[in-house]
């Protein structure tokens, strides 16, 4: 890199490049150029050079006939910025060989062929052919810049498309490439959680028949229910990661509500202190499903690490938002050994209140509990 590219770029004010300063500049100096040749014309010669420079405010739409408007001026009073903007245009804004010829080579006879015509109008002299390639260079300067113009504008418009594509490719390569990380994700979720939890199933499905303690046998078949639905949520997990497995049509299992909490604490096994008041307006079905997995992670957390303690469980309405409080006073006796876990469980929670419009918070409490909180609106407005 050289020290040129290290210093900072230059630009432009905006104002420099601004729409309507571009239009109006040619008709400035295209008035300047008229009163500077007109001090010894006479006032029809002033008025023909004057609607040559007016003209070219409609050079954009009316390239051509603004064109034609100019070559009377340029003719009587020899003006030049007026026609050779005027030409510019042409090439600019029709960039067809069979308008701007003729036009250029309009430009170049009428300067050629200036007013008044001398009695000789051609003879093989030197300031002849100087006169004849002054007209040629009068018109094939801005009509070669006006197409030089007009190509730069259309580079730029495909650079940008290509631009585009290429982010569009990065895209669906980036697309592509998670949907085969879901997909190695989905099966690791079924070779291993899937076999843990079936195994699980099994062995309390045995115990179930075998033990012949009525609360083991009631033990057992709470674990089974559980490991059942487990498996369930599982399976239109990886559905869902893979694609539902080629299905897009596949129904979905049904979401949990708020009615179902009075069965989640119940399964739960905790005594739980429980009040639910949702209200009776309807909440939203992410609502409602944001709150169900709120409860069921502090009630998953307070059965690894403090099963033997009291529980409190609040589900109220607060205007337009629904408060979720969930709260474990100190448990008498710490669990011997307790589960592990990655605390992605509340960074979730957290994040999918976050998405709602809402908050969560979680934290110890003064007497030696913990207590998590949600906040959750009706609508993001």
């Not at 009615?259 to 989640?264: F, T």
Request: proline share 8%; hydrophobic share 45%.
């Amino acid at each position: 890199m050289t020290a040129a590219d290290q210093l900072p770029s230059r630009r432009l004010p905006a104002w420099c490049t601004a729409p309507w300063l571009m239009l109006l500049l040619p008709v400035l100096y295209s008035l300047l150029d008229a009163g500077l040749v007109a001090r010894e014309a006479t006032w029809w010669q002033v008025a023909l050079s004057t609607l040559a420079a007016v003209a070219l405010f409609w050079r954009r739409r009316f390239p051509v006939t603004v064109l034609l408007l100019t070559m009377p001026g340029s003719w009587v009073d020899e003006i030049w910025l007026a026609p050779i903007t005027a030409v510019y245009s042409v090439a600019a804004e029709r960039p067809r060989p069979r308008v701007v010829v003729p036009c250029g080579i309009l430009f170049a006879l009428v300067e050629f062929f200036h007013w008044p015509l001398p009695e000789d109008v051609i003879t093989l002299s030197r300031a002849t052919a100087l006169d004849a390639i002054q007209a040629v260079m009068l018109a094939a300067g801005p009509a070669a810049t006006g197409l030089l113009a007009r190509t730069r504008r259309e580079l730029a418009v495909r650079l940008d498309e290509l631009t585009r594509g290429q982010e569009r490719e990065s895209r669906l390569l980036a697309e592509r490439v998670l949907i085969s990380e879901r997909g190695r994700l989905a099966r690791e979720m079924h070779d291993v959680v899937s076999h843990q939890v079936s195994l699980i199933s099994i062995q309390a499905g045995a115990l179930q028949v075998s033990s012949p303690d009525p609360a083991a046998v009631t033990a057992a078949r709470t674990i089974r229910e559980l490991s059942v639905r487990t498996l369930d949520e599982l399976r239109q997990m990886v559905g869902v990661l893979r694609g539902t497995g080629g299905l897009p049509d596949a129904p979905l299992a049904p979401q949990p509500r708020l009615a179902d909490l009075p069965r989640l604490i119940e399964e739960s096994g905790l005594a739980a202190d429980t009040e639910l008041v949702p209200g009776d307006r309807p909440w939203p079905e992410a609502v409602e499903r944001a709150a169900y997995r709120t409860v069921q992670e502090a009630l998953t957390n307070i059965t690894k690490y403090a099963p033997d303690a009291a529980v409190h469980v609040r589900v109220r309405a607060k205007g337009r938002r629904l408060r979720v409080e969930v709260r474990n006073e100190a448990p008498p006796v710490h669990p011997a050994e307790i589960l592990p876990g990655g605390g992605h469980g509340l960074v979730g929670l957290r994040e999918r209140a976050q998405l709602l419009g809402g908050t969560l918070t979680a934290g110890p409490t003064q007497d030696g509990g913990f207590e998590v909180r949600a906040e959750l609106p009706a609508s993001r407005g």
